[in-house]
């Protein structure tokens, strides 16, 4: 699939909007990562995608957000990574 992906290592990384990427790859990364929107990358035709929200101290998921990676039918699901490596 194809791959999208924002890194700002020295940067706080707020999304607050819609990526729809079926069956891509989505990667947010920062020093500080807010997710407040939508990132999808389900496949109704093949394996879905691949979704990796890293923080190198935080990470916070904001109450509505959505992360998806489903795969419809005989179609598999994807990975959601979410990692803090600060703590």
């Not at 990667?27 to 035709?45: M, P």
């Amino acid at each position: 699939g194809d791959a999208m992906g924002l890194a700002m290592k020295s940067a706080s990384v707020l999304h607050t909007g819609v990526i729809d990427a079926r069956g891509g790859d989505v990667t947010l990364r920062g020093r500080e990562v807010e997710h407040a929107g939508s990132i999808d990358v389900s496949s109704g035709t093949g394996r879905a995608g691949s979704i990796a929200i890293i923080g190198q101290e935080r990470v916070a998921l904001q109450r509505g957000s959505q992360t998806l990676a489903r795969g419809e039918g005989e179609a598999a699901g994807g990975d959601i990574r979410i990692e803090s490596l600060g703590g």
